[in-house]
């Protein structure tokens, strides 16, 4: 425990037994004698009141009975970096004396050490070998002597200093200073104070690419004062921080690539394009930052934004989205390839989750991977298939006709179907067969008829056959070996239809059924070996 000092006591952050306070007050609580601290806990749960003690208030809390007072003999005001390094580490000079003993052995008097044991000149070569370090929970709280941590580990290229006693961002540049290359830096949990103005702009971490700032109570206003001294920055991680107003980064942040806002709840949707902007960015985390819709005003049905020209993945799971218009606007997002958005109210209008994510995959045409899972090329078909199929009396009593020149569907079914105009581009408009009402589902409407042809025996006449539409392709291998006399695990199957003339189309899954391929009545089956 470092000497206290009551000169720098005030807004200092402590630990009592396990619990982490913040400083508050400093000075006498009559009518009791000696000096007292107020504190402030983090878990409020540990308190006793407000910072008013019999009528006078010395120090505001944010929770009604957040505080204590506690002797100053009480608070550990942590050690600094170097010291926790080593006692983390197994080189500080209390384990070095037991190691001693351990390799020692006594003739008479004399204790004679064995040969290999760990000297000091070995020891500040095992400092200096470390690259990737941590010391969280350490109780860290100040940088030490100058240039002591330069000299003892020159090495050092990642630091986690999450969940320690370091106060403000002021004490985070003075450890950093210190580490000339430091590429990743974790300093979560850890409440400090960080500048409220602009400040010179310092080459402390010209180096770094990753910062984690979660659960630090930072403002995105900070960032933006702190951001000049980031230059190389690739990712930032801010959750949990209270962040409510986004600001737009001019000339800050220009190399982000990654960016996490989780359990932020933001004010509305429309913050993001405050942040759009950001030239590198490609991936954006927003799990749980309270957004309800997402809107590029900027681009109309069927065009692509200039917002957030980069992003490849977006995670927006554990949201308010209930409205299908915010997935249509993803598709205006040039480069998106992976969305993650399960846990929305979007996600409770559809009782069949495959019938969901389907459709969110025919409506984001560029997406390759849906809530961590793969989108292959015949889901996607299939996906874009059933969806024309789905909408296509709706576009018909929109306006939409089988004729171009006729084909003029309404604003209010291209708002809610912006794709569907290039579906028809890309599959044919949806003959009117395909449009029938749904009839009962028995299961004779439920089996397809297929031909079954062998392409490698030409001899061999096609077979047709009537199968559900829900049989998967292994059950259909195994139909196909009873029918054929051929190993079920040596087929191969692929398919044609007349709507997609000269294309086959594998059937590379045996767990799906047909339907995922949206086979068809008349279909034809190919069977090889």
């Known amino acids: 425990m470092t000497a206290w000092t009551p000169s720098d006591a005030l807004g200092r952050r402590i630990l009592c037994g396990t619990e982490y306070a913040t400083v508050r007050y400093v000075g006498s609580v009559p009518p009791t004698a000696g000096v007292w601290l107020g504190v402030e806990w983090d878990d409020p749960q540990r308190g006793k009141h407000d910072g008013t003690y019999e009528g006078t208030q010395y120090f505001k809390c944010r929770h009604p009975r957040g505080g204590s007072f506690i002797r100053p003999s009480k608070a550990n005001f942590g050690v600094d970096f170097l010291t926790a390094l080593k006692g983390r580490y197994g080189l500080n000079g209390e384990q070095d004396a037991q190691r001693g003993a351990e390799n020692a052995f006594v003739f008479g008097k004399k204790t004679v050490e064995f040969v290999g044991m760990d000297s000091i000149a070995e020891q500040q070569s095992r400092l200096n070998q470390l690259v990737d370090i941590s010391v969280r929970e350490c109780a860290v709280s100040h940088a030490g002597q100058k240039e002591e941590i330069s000299r003892t ?19 985070v540049t003075a450890i950093a200073s210190q580490v000339q290359n430091l590429e990743t830096l974790n300093i979560s949990e850890n409440k400090m104070k960080f500048p409220h103005t602009s400040t010179s702009v310092s080459s402390v971490l010209s180096k770094l690419r990753v910062l984690a700032l979660n659960q630090t109570e930072i403002t995105w206003t900070e960032v933006l004062l702190c951001a000049p001294g980031w230059p ?10 209270n962040i409510t107003v986004l600001e737009r980064p001019d000339n800050v942040l220009q190399t982000l690539k990654v960016l996490d806002l989780s359990d932020n709840q933001l004010l509305d949707g429309n913050q993001l394009h405050l942040i759009a902007h950001l030239p590198r960015l490609e991936q954006l985390i927003l ?11 900027d681009a109309g049905f069927g ?17 308010k989205i209930s409205q299908w218009s915010s997935i249509n606007e993803l598709d205006k997002l040039p480069t998106l390839r992976s969305l993650q958005c399960h846990n929305n109210p979007l996600m409770d209008t559809e009782k069949n989750p495959e019938t969901l994510r389907q459709l969110i995959i025919a409506k984001i045409s560029q997406l390759e991977v849906l809530n961590k899972s793969e989108i292959l090329p015949a889901e996607r078909r299939g996906a874009e298939l059933d969806y024309r199929k789905i909408f296509g009396k709706e576009w018909l009593a929109a306006g939409g006709n089988w004729e171009p020149e006729k084909n003029k569907p309404s604003e209010e079914f291209l708002a809610a179907h912006p794709r569907y105009p290039l579906l028809c581009l890309k599959y044919g408009a949806p003959e009117e067969g395909e449009l029938k009402g749904q009839q009962p589902l028995t299961l004779k409407n439920q089996l397809l008829t297929l031909t079954i042809k062998c392409p490698e025996k030409p001899e061999q006449k096609p077979v047709e056959k009537k199968l559900p539409e829900s049989m998967t392709v292994q059950r259909v291998k195994g139909l196909l070996y009873r029918l ?29 059924p047909l339907q995922f391929y949206s086979i068809e009545n008349g279909d034809c089956v190919l069977v090889r070996w």
């Open 303 to 319: 065009c692509k934004t200039k917002m957030f020209p980069s992003l490849k993945h977006l995670a927006v799971q554990d949201n």
């Open 153 to 171: 580990c020159a090495n050092i290229r990642h630091v986690n200093l999450s969940k320690n006693l370091i106060s403000s961002w002021e004490m």
């Open 232 to 241: 190389a920055l690739e990712e930032l991680y801010l959750t949990s921080n």
């Open 484 to 512: 054929l006399k051929i190993p079920g695990s040596e087929l191969k199957l692929s398919y044609k239809s007349s709507k997609l003339e000269g294309k086959e189309v594998e059937l590379d899954n045996d767990l799906k």
């Open 287 to 297: 799990r749980n930052s309270g957004i309800s819709s997402i809107y590029f005003p």
